[in-house]
């Protein structure tokens, strides 16, 4: 089974690290993390187990001509710029989205029929170009036929997963599950961000004021897409996300964060960013999406000026 994955960072990487040993993986990432990875190694630490992985990595055109599957964990801001570059390969693929925020199953179905939506909510963080630490996990990745459906080509994937110790399930509704991820990530990852914390200290109740406004905008946005969530209302999902997802992922830094750290573009017009466009589009105020946004793409601004100084 070949499989390629797709502007491979943290997530990406860690997926390739645990998919090698059971599959003939190839990851597309940074030119000094592959060289570091052909030096050394990938090493991996914490909750999906430790352990130093070899695996073929490049930062252009990877060395087979098809593979089995297609994995995208890139930026979503990336997502056009990957598809059009790995167009041919894509086209005739079974190609998965293990990415934030809403619109890259759309994006990627402009390029082939065979889309699988994927939702994963694991904290990634860097430990160095080569080492990710898994730090945290709010439940197994979820992957569905896009935009509804489960089929064979979904199951075979999550048995390879299953045998290389990566926690997936199926599911018939994706489109469900990514506006669900979607809600944890605007409630926390760009709030996070902002203030310089883990999520733990987000149950602070200023913090918390801020979250429980980002939600119940996100909630009636979902509601208006005719998107059902497994909780009847906003406030429902609150006391989910304050009794079990914070809890579960309070000790992880946002990849919003690290982003910022590193001075890179973040993904919030994915995240926070697309609930203010879509509520726009239905007459839904969105005014604290909007704020948490312009906050972001503020520091943004911030890092560029600084770097061109």
């Known amino acids: ?69 297609i994995i995208i964990t890139a930026k979503s801001r990336d997502t056009e710029t990957l598809c059009r570059e790995y167009a041919t390969y894509i086209r005739d693929t079974e190609t998965v989205s293990l990415q934030n925020g809403i619109g890259n199953e759309e994006i990627i179905s402009q390029y082939t029929d065979r889309v699988i939506g994927g939702m994963i909510i694991t904290g990634f963080e860097w430990r160095g170009d080569n080492a990710v630490h898994v730090s945290v996990e709010a439940g197994p990745a979820k992957l569905g036929r896009f935009p509804a459906g489960l089929d064979y080509p979904v199951q075979k994937l999550l048995e390879i997963m299953a045998e290389a110790g990566i926690p997936a399930v199926g599911t018939a509704d994706v489109r469900a599950e990514l506006w669900g991820k979607t809600l944890y990530n605007c409630a926390l990852n760009p709030l996070g961000a902002v203030m310089g914390v883990p999520y733990g200290e987000l149950i602070q109740p200023a913090a918390w004021r801020i979250i429980t406004g980002i939600v119940r905008e996100g909630f009636s946005v979902i509601h208006a897409e005719g998107i059902r969530l497994q909780w009847e209302s906003a406030d429902q999902y609150l006391r989910f996300l304050h009794d079990v997802q914070l809890p579960a992922t309070a000790l992880h830094h946002s990849s919003m964060l690290q982003d910022l750290a590193r001075g890179r573009p973040t993904e919030i017009d994915f995240l926070n960013g697309a609930i203010v466009a879509k509520g726009s589009e239905y007459g839904i105020p969105t005014p604290f999406n909007a704020c948490i946004t312009d906050l972001v793409k503020f520091r943004e601004s911030l890092t560029n000026q600084r770097g061109s100084t």
Request: with cysteine.
């Open 1 to 69: 089974m070949k499989i390629l994955v797709l502007g491979a960072g943290a997530v990406g990487l860690s997926v390739a690290a645990k998919l090698s040993p059971v599959c003939d993986v190839h990851a597309v990432c940074r030119q000094k993390t592959a060289e570091a990875i052909r030096k050394h190694g990938f090493q991996l630490t914490g909750i999906w187990g430790n352990g130093s992985f070899a695996f073929s990595a490049s930062a252009g055109i990877p060395p087979a001509s098809r593979y089995d599957y």
